[in-house]
């Protein structure tokens, strides 16, 4: 395993294009077109997972109501777009902003809640935003929902067609990563890990951890909103039950299994998850308790998840330390 | 030392009748201090005298029930505990709480937080202000971490190290605030004599290049030898502020840690 991380790091670069190269081949690689769908749904998990990764995993913030900024996007998306005509690549953005917003107003309450009751506070945000879609039903269409969604431009492809639509996921995909790796490796995010960490000391270091907080909440919610907006026109049909509590806990579900924390795990997770859902159709409900019998398996053995930090301390990796030179670096203490 | 002090300076950090009740229990009781520029000022007691709580209350962490304190001439009382490290107090905790899952150098980088300004925008967008704070953050990071002896630490989890280098971490991170005044709740706790001696040796050597330190410590030797100034507390209340001979020679403070009653002569007598 380290060897592997060894040759991948030494090479990254090279590595990263061949990765990038690999994923613009696989539509036109792949026979069936159902199966291109499966593709295109794991890239818009691995951008859902990875939105809420950056709440729960950087932050430490346990946000379970994922689905509902997901939901704002997708709304935003599928009424502009219906209604007023306004082009996809401009909403894309502008839901993006409304999901940050909506995720501005949950934080707020919940800046003095943590643990459990933030989840709570969430989790009811996005039910309420699943029951407005619900029941509005001059704007949202109710329980018909909203159907015919224009599919995006892009440069001239038929993207009605999984196999050019799947383009899109991966731009968004791409583009979260490589602004995602950006915002934590700064002082930002460093900030956000802090909190994680442990609040009282990020405070006596003069972090505004109730600002942080927030900025966590609505960047993880503006990109869940980013990508809701990429799923409505890809489905072409949305409607309220399709942004149930449960396509939140499937997310939390991929974070879970493929590691919190780390920007690979949403990706692991996403994959994992989603061929197993399809794989496993046969057995109808009864996948359900697949994945539940998965996550506890996780939890027991290993709990910082597939691609968790593997030289963690709950990893019981080996302690990574350099042999001290006598008389150099411990002269004072 | 203390004498120079006097001379109508104001102090760095002043304490006026603090109180702090948690109920009926009243945990720091009406307790005054000054600690001016350049002390090394020592708080003991024993334990449960309210030590940590009062330096809580220095830090925002607490508000006080009653009392003032003043920071450099300013009134901090009721600010948070950000806006108080904003100001340069930094602090380090009684029961270790650094951050286990970043490397030793990213601990220390949380603390040039408030010396640096970049934002969101700046870190994806890589701007200027981004490059010249990551450098700034970087270069006085790996300062800190060479001038206190963890260099070859830099990129080991921190929850990873030993007690002792844990402490360290957390003063390092201290550091990186460029505190003003800079207050350790018992640095030497879960150290052995010879590490004590050496953070002994450290502490001095800060407070030569200018630092003022107000330090809560169990070990006399350390408090004895290194403090110029002593905070006495017992029961949340202030028996004695003094230098260390006066502390040592004070029969209240001799009782609060010794207890009252005959000595072992007297009673044979």
Known sequence: MN????????????????????LCALPFVIPKALYVRYACNILMFTTLAGSLNAI????????????????????????????????????????????????????????????????????????????????????????????????????????????????????IG??????TNRVLRSRVGRAWISIREDQIAAKSLGVQTSFYKSLNFMYGAFWAGVIGCAYAPFVNYIEASQFSTDTGFNVLAMIVIGGQGTLVGP??????????????????????????????????????????????????????????????????? | MSERNMNGRTPLLEAQGICKYFGGLKAVENVDMKIYAGDIFGIIGPNGAGKTTFFNMCTGNFQPTKGKIFFDG???????????AQKHIARTFQNLQ???FMTVLENVKIGCHIKTRSNLADAILHTRAYREDERYTTEKSLEILNRIGLSSYRDTLAGNLSYGTQRKVEIARAMALEPKILLLDEPAAGMNPLETRSLMEFIQSLNADGYTIAVIEHDMKFVMNSC????VLNFGQKILEGTPTEVKNNPEVQSAYFGKGMVAGEAIQ
């Open chain 1, 174 to 179: 791409v583009v979260f990563l490589f602004v």
């Open chain 1, 56 to 171: 729960n995993g950087y932050s430490g913030q346990t946000c379970l109501g994922q689905a509902g900024f997901f939901a704002i996007g997708a709304y935003t998306c599928a009424i502009f777009s219906t209604r007023f005509g306004l082009d996809f690549w401009l909403l894309l953005p502008i839901a993006g902003v409304l999901a940050a917003l909506v995720g501005l107003i949950v934080s707020l309450p919940t800046l003095k809640l943590q643990g459990i009751y933030l989840s709570i506070v969430t989790l009811g945000a996005s039910e309420i935003i699943r029951i407005i879609a619900q029941t509005w039903t001059p704007v949202t269409g109710g329980a018909l929902g909203i159907k015919n969604i224009p599919y995006p431009w892009l440069f001239g492809l038929d993207t009605f067609r999984p196999k050019y639509y799947y383009f899109i996921f991966l731009i």
């Open chain 2, 98 to 100: 650094i951050f286990k």
């Open chain 1, 267 to 333: 990706i692991v997770g996403s994959v994992i998850v989603t061929v197993l859902t399809e794989s496993l159709r046969f057995l109808e409900n009864w996948r359900y308790v697949i994945y539940a019998l998965i996550i506890i398996l996780m939890m027991w053995l290993r709990p910082q998840g597939i691609a968790g930090a593997s030289h963690s301390m709950l990893a019981g990796g080996k302690i990574k330390r350099k042999p001290i030179r006598k008389g150099g670096a411990q002269e004072h203490v």
């Open chain 1, 3 to 22: 060897k592997i991380a060894a040759v991948v790091n030494r090479y990254r670069a090279l590595f990263l294009v061949l990765v990038f190269a690999v």
């Open chain 2, 228 to 231: 110029n100034r002593i905070l």
């Open chain 2, 74 to 84: 300013e009134e901090i009382t009721g600010m948070s505990p950000e806006t108080v």
